[in-house]
């Protein structure tokens, strides 16, 4: 994982490179930093690397080539192309990049890799400058430009956007870019050229040169490839299969009856389940196998975990620590990093108290059979946290659980939020960017506390794994939200197609560029394995009736084939939990006691 920049300025002005937005670059890649200046007749472009060492040997960025290419690469080759176990992916893309000529090359290459990926290449023969996003936008890539200078960078610097500063954006997931630079410096103009992904008929990607209008940078101007060439999608077309009249009609006149478990164990799928849980361990085993080659072999360093899970004691996090235990060596820890915010005394309310609307107390509300916990940080997800380490610890006691309890006071997050936060979530700006943002901060930053020996105890912690495993993706692909519920209930089986086919369609818009900003600034590697190639594919060949039954009660119908995978795997309890989301149930939402909706801007991001 690396941080990437790169300023090409049609005009002989002196390039420079901001020191704030070189401070965020330089966090997310501690281990190799470097600038490279390539200067040509009517352009010139200012590279900026800062690499985090992840796998095979330390491959320093820039990397240029014996021809003049210069490559930035701020991804993992998980698939696609073959990268030896002691080769980096860096090295290994820089020469299958060098050996290409034309554009349908360049994108042959690119639409191979299975894996994250964000990259800026320059091809010094014919002068051309591309880059772009993988299918899912799974790393960041923001830009602006005026016209005559465009910037690319993975993390940028908030400031007060005007006619004179341009405003930075978020590079979209929809294509592949490519500059002319003597064209551009010709016209005086940059010109971006626009390979776009294929959905093949799947309504993931639509529209894309609407999408790249409406954040193309100032001044700029882009247009779709005259060649007509594009990027196959690497992921298969989703399921828009509806059910008969009696499936649509389907309802379960006894689930109110019976527990969820008995519920679970009568919704059986046994061949769907096993191919999920092969293709999602396939998924887990990629992004956890693949470490720095010839690393620290201490027994101090192998007592030190690796790999963390964000980790809330739901079904997500809890799959992924199961299938990460079936993957990470033997004796090496795992990090379950669970975050929880100071909760705050309710405040006396003057006048008639207002009357909570259903969808309101689904989310606010802690699961049946929780009580109103006593401690400052004892928030629903802490409880539900510990609760998972306790399966986890039955699953396997010979492993070592790092349950690290992240306690963030109000104080701490007002600071942290001016200082830091607010620069990584932007340039997104709403509640819900601010509370997803600054708990996931936290969460991957692993600075809390572990209790240790029976008494109780809790001894200061800081988490040493650089692979951070994230749920993301599993609920978007699962009808996991409440919003699809109510999709179901009043569109149907119909409905609740078109609700998935959206929610995965801008994921990359509204979670991944945040989250790998974010995550990435501790020097830390966000991973997706629910948004893998081959987990989405097969996600999306099965009809939506097989993957989540909304007509099954919470805890239950939303993510019935994920519930019934953590049932084969073992798991207990946390199989049936409810979904809660982060914001609710690390308490974050609670801590401004603000009325706020989701998609408000939040203020707080903008004055710290």
């Known amino acids: 994982m690396c941080g990437i920049f790169c300023l090409l300025s049609l005009s002989p002005s002196r390039l420079e490179l901001d020191k704030s937005v070189h401070e965020h670059l330089r966090r997310r890649g501690p281990n190799f930093s470097r600038d490279l200046e390539v200067r040509a007749a009517r352009y010139r472009c200012l590279f900026s690397a800062h690499v985090l060492h992840m796998r095979g040997l330390l491959t320093p960025q820039p990397l240029e080539d014996a021809a003049g290419n210069v490559l930035e690469w701020n991804g993992e080759i998980f698939g696609g192309l073959p990268v030896g176990p002691e080769e980096n992916d860096t090295a290994v893309l820089s020469r299958r990049l060098s050996s290409c000529g034309g554009p349908s090359e360049v994108l042959a290459v690119l639409s191979a890799i299975r894996g994250p990926w964000a990259f800026i290449y320059y091809q010094k023969a014919g002068g051309y400058l591309w880059f772009g996003r993988d299918f899912f936008g799974r790393r960041s890539l923001l830009w602006k430009g005026d016209g005559e200078t465009l910037t690319l960078t993975s993390v940028a610097a908030r400031g007060v956007a005007s006619d004179q500063t341009p405003a930075w954006r978020e590079v979209p997931a929809a294509g592949v870019y490519r500059i002319d630079l003597d064209a551009a410096a010709e016209a ?21 040169a609407g999408t790249v209008l409406e954040s193309v940078p100032s001044g700029c101007e882009a247009l779709l490839s005259p060649s007509g060439l594009v990027l196959p999608a690497p992921v298969c077309p989703l399921n828009t299969s509806l059910p008969g009249p009696s499936k649509e009609t389907e309802a379960h006149p006894n689930a109110e009856d019976l527990e969820p478990q008995q519920l679970l164990a009568a919704a059986s799928k046994p061949d769907e389940v096993k191919r999920l849980i092969g293709v999602l361990s396939e998924a887990v085993r990629r992004r956890v196998q693949s470490r720095p080659f010839a690393s620290d072999a201490s027994p101090a360093a192998r007592s030190r975990a690796s790999v963390a899970v964000l980790f809330s004691g739901g079904v997500d996090s809890m799959i992924l620590a199961a299938l990460a235990d079936l993957h990470a060596p033997t004796r090496q820890p795992i990090d379950l990093l669970n975050v929880a915010f100071e909760l705050q005394k309710p405040k006396t309310r003057k006048g008639p108290a207002r009357k909570a609307g259903k969808a309101e107390k689904e989310q606010k509300e802690p699961p049946e059979g929780e009580t109103v916990p006593p401690g400052p940080f004892d928030v629903p997800d802490r409880i539900t946290g510990r609760a998972g380490l306790q399966e986890l610890r039955r699953l396997n006691g010979e492993r070592e659980w790092n349950l690290v309890e992240i306690d963030v006071a109000q104080e701490e997050l007002q600071r942290t939020r001016g200082e830091r936060i607010s620069q990584l979530v932007h340039p997104l700006e709403t509640v819900l960017d601010d509370s997803i943002g600054c ?33 993301i993706g599993a609920d978007e692909q699962l009808a996991g939200y409440s919003r699809h519920r109510v999709r179901f209930k009043t569109s149907g089986h119909e409905g609740l197609i078109q609700e998935v086919a959206m929610e995965l369609g801008r994921i990359s818009s509204r979670n991944l560029g945040r989250d790998d900003r974010v995550i990435g600034d501790h020097g830390k590697e966000a991973r997706f394995p629910y948004l893998d190639e081959d987990v989405v594919s097969y ?46 149930g690390s308490r974050i939402a609670k801590m401004e006691e603000k009325k706020e909706k989701a998609s408000d801007k939040c203020t707080r991001l903008s004055t710290g």
């Open 188 to 208: 005086g103009r940059v010109t971006l050229e626009v390979y776009p992904w294929l959905g093949q008929g799947n309504p993931l990607q639509s529209s894309c």
């Open 439 to 471: 708990a996931v901060w936290f969460a991957a930053r692993g600075e809390g506390g572990v209790v240790v020996g029976g008494d109780g105890e809790r001894r200061p912690f800081t988490s040493s794994a650089k692979v951070v495993l994230t749920g």
């Open 539 to 584: 996600l999306n060949s099965l009809p939506v009736w097989d993957k989540a039954d909304l007509a099954l009660p919470r805890g239950v119908g939303e993510k019935l084939l994920l519930r019934l995978a953590a049932r084969q795997l073992g798991l207990g309890q946390s199989a049936v939990l409810p979904k809660r989301a982060m914001q609710f």
